[in-house]
């Protein structure tokens, strides 16, 4: 399976802190992406960062890509209660007309 | 900004009854997918469907469900006989283009007794 796999599986910090969640995934891709979702909403994209770029950057957001160790990182600086949120990375595998997510982390910002 | 309608958004059903779930994807997008989602976990893929067909599905996507585009700007999901395990919460999904980001309906809660 290409299937993502986030770390940590929850994460709680005070608001203005950084949080940084991991994904991990098994095979080639072309791009990876990073999606939240609000509880028991849809999933909303954040950014999206290509296999041939190491970094991106979108306001508050820094994604990083690994290709060689198969893992992406999301920092989000200066957190607010409003980001309290699960956050997803999805890989997107080649040929195929899919996105794969991953478990999942469960952010909680204390204001 | 254009966004991705999904309806109902709750369904309750009997075991063994059909089920459509109803999507209006964003009018320019030429892919739509859909996803699943039980309890608040992971986020499984169903099935995609580009130019009238279906491009790919998972194991989860067997006999029982099928896709349809009838009109141009529905884009649906029907289950033919409901299980108890199909509980879940469904999302339609839509991109412009291959590789691209995925617009996401509200979802629509099936819960099968």
């Known amino acids: 399976s290409q299937q993502g796999e986030e770390d940590p599986q929850a994460l709680s910090i005070q608001e203005g802190e950084n949080a940084t969640m991991n994904c991990s995934y098994k095979t080639s891709i072309n791009n990876l992406q990073w999606y939240r979702q609000n509880s028991g909403r849809g999933l909303v994209h954040l950014i999206l960062?290509?296999?041939?770029?190491r970094e991106k950057h979108s306001g508050r957001l820094r994604v990083t890509l690994d290709t060689s160790k198969k893992s992406s990182s999301l920092l989000i600086t200066a957190s607010r209660a409003a980001d309290t949120a699960s956050y997803f990375c999805?890989?997107?595998?080649?040929?195929?007309?899919?996105?794969?997510f991953g478990t999942g982390t469960l952010l909680a910002v204390q204001p | 900004e254009p966004e991705v309608t999904q309806t109902p958004s709750h369904q309750v059903t009997q075991m063994g009854q059909e089920v459509i779930l109803r999507c209006v994807p964003i009018s320019n997008h030429l892919y739509f997918y859909w996803y699943r989602q039980i309890l608040g976990q992971k986020v499984e893929f169903l099935v995609s469907?580009?130019?009238?067909?279906?491009?790919?599905k998972s194991e989860i996507f067997d006999d029982q469900f099928s896709v349809e585009r009838p009109d141009g700007s529905n884009f649906t999901l029907k289950i033919r006989s409901t299980k108890l395990e199909d509980s879940a919460m469904y999302f339609c999904?839509?991109?412009?283009?291959?590789?691209?980001?995925?617009?996401f309906g509200s979802g629509t809660q099936l819960s099968v007794l």
């Open positions: 999805a890989v997107d595998g080649g040929a195929t007309n899919k996105l794969i």
């Open positions: 469907f580009y130019n009238n067909e279906i491009s790919e």
């Open positions: 999904a839509s991109s412009e283009r291959q590789e691209g980001k995925l617009f």
């Open positions: 960062i290509r296999s041939n770029e």
